[in-house]
């Protein structure tokens, strides 16, 4: 960690003080730290040091300082190949050994992966090992800590009912405050706050009732007040779409024949159905909380693929693919086609908007069980093989 801070701060001073004149750029609604960083040819992790950011979240209106275009601080690409060359295909690395791990997350900066394990004379707990390959590090031990996207905050299960929500870094972190659930499906809004489903019981799976909760363990108050907010049937929660709207899926009512993908708002109690389907799975909000990812099956209507959905409301647009998507930024979208009859993956970008598709690479592989995660700059991904049941990390080629 120490060489990472060092390294960091390397980076900020070289950006400051090269050559390359800077300019300011006013964010504008739908911008995102990667479409910004991509527009100057930067990584988002140089545009964060630029501007003394620690996290990725951006709002309208906020200045940021960006590097002239017209004086680059990167070096020129390199010559194109001969055309009668091959491209090089981009690193694949295996980072852990077969059958260790699965559902790896990644660090807030990208350059750690954490995983559940137990090494071989070792415990159980949450251990890490560099993206770039390396020697598996530290242990966290059980019960895990539930984290936020940013790495800002946790959630530390202590009973059946009840865990400590703690403030990470900074002189808060050691003032942790009871909140009244066990962390299961639990969900961190980008500030802080804290949503979590309590299930029913019921004769049919699609029929379990769900209601959610929601608390601000950081609002001052010694045991934070639980708030009821709304019960759908068959469904989950989701995730925040901002501080005071929720996204979720399933039935209104118990005998509604099919499931809805809708958000809640937490102030009026209203909620605004985005799009219905039988069944409904694969369902991602982009970070910027703008836009929804689902696929719909066994429709009864017939209504069956992959689509994306403003979270605002509005039309439901079908992509041109259907199979296992993550979101790159606001707009565009990584996904996996599903191609039964193929020996590898092939891994395509979509533009949801448009439903402009391009081939981004091969895997020469194939993931097993959907288990995959984009890095948080949009420059990588960590997947789960189904060769050798181990972790690897994949760069991406150059996304224009």
């Keep these: 960690m120490k060489a990472g801070?060092?390294?960091?701060?390397?980076?900020?001073?070289?950006?400051?003080?090269?050559?390359?004149?800077?300019?300011?750029?006013?964010?504008?609604?739908?911008?995102?730290?990667?479409?910004?960083?991509?527009?100057?040819?930067?990584?988002?992790?140089?545009?964060?040091?630029?501007?003394?950011?620690?996290?990725?979240?951006?709002?309208?209106?906020?200045?940021?300082?960006?590097?002239?275009?017209?004086?680059?601080?990167?070096?020129?690409?390199?010559?194109?190949?001969?055309?009668?060359?091959?491209?090089?295909?981009?690193?694949?690395?295996?980072?852990?050994?077969?059958?260790?791990?699965?559902?790896?997350?990644?660090?807030?900066?990208?350059?750690?992966?954490?995983?559940?394990?137990?090494?071989a004379g070792r415990e159980v707990g949450v251990y890490s090992v560099p993206a770039a390959g390396g020697t598996q590090e530290g242990t966290w031990r059980l019960p895990p800590t539930l984290l936020s996207e940013s790495g800002r905050y946790g959630l530390q299960p202590t009973g059946p009912s009840a865990a400590l929500a703690v403030r990470l870094g900074g002189s808060s972190a050691a003032t942790p405050v009871i909140v009244a659930t066990s962390g299961r499906d639990a969900v961190w809004s980008a500030g802080g706050r804290l949503a979590w489903p309590a299930y029913g019981t019921a004769n049919r799976n699609d029929w379990i009732p769900l209601t959610v909760w929601t608390t601000d363990p950081f609002g001052g108050e010694p045991r934070p007040t639980s708030r009821r907010s709304v019960t759908v049937y068959g469904g989950r929660l989701v995730g925040w779409v901002n501080e005071g709207t929720l996204l979720l899926t399933g039935r209104q009512a118990r005998n509604d024949p099919r499931r809805s993908v809708l958000t809640v708002d937490l102030a009026s109690g209203k909620t605004r159905v985005l799009a219905q389907g039988q069944v409904l799975s694969g369902v991602r909000l982009s970070a910027d909380g703008m836009r929804v990812l689902f696929r719909v099956t066994l429709d009864t209507a017939g209504h069956n693929g992959m689509f994306a959905v403003p979270t605002s409301g509005g039309d439901v647009q079908a992509l041109p693919a259907f199979g296992s998507a993550r979101w790159l930024d606001g707009t565009r979208a990584l996904l996996v086609p599903y191609e039964p009859g193929a020996a590898s993956q092939r891994l395509l970008r979509v533009d949801v908007t448009t439903g402009q598709t391009a081939e981004v690479t091969s895997l020469s592989d194939k993931i097993a069980g959907d288990d995959w995660r984009v890095a948080p700059d949009g420059t990588r991904l960590v997947y789960l093989s189904g060769q050798d049941r181990a972790l690897h990390v994949l760069t991406l080629p150059l996304l224009p």
């Design 5 to 119: 801070r060092f390294w960091k701060t390397v980076l900020l001073a070289t950006l400051l003080t090269s050559p390359a004149a800077a300019t300011t750029y006013t964010v504008k609604a739908g911008d995102t730290l990667y479409s910004l960083a991509r527009s100057v040819g930067l990584t988002v992790a140089q545009l964060q040091a630029l501007n003394g950011l620690t996290g990725t979240d951006l709002k309208a209106g906020q200045v940021l300082r960006l590097p002239d275009v017209s004086a680059p601080v990167l070096p020129l690409p390199a010559a194109p190949l001969p055309a009668n060359r091959p491209a090089a295909e981009p690193a694949n690395i295996r980072i852990t050994r077969s059958g260790c791990c699965a559902h790896a997350v990644w660090t807030a900066d990208g350059a750690h992966l954490l995983y559940l394990d137990r090494p």
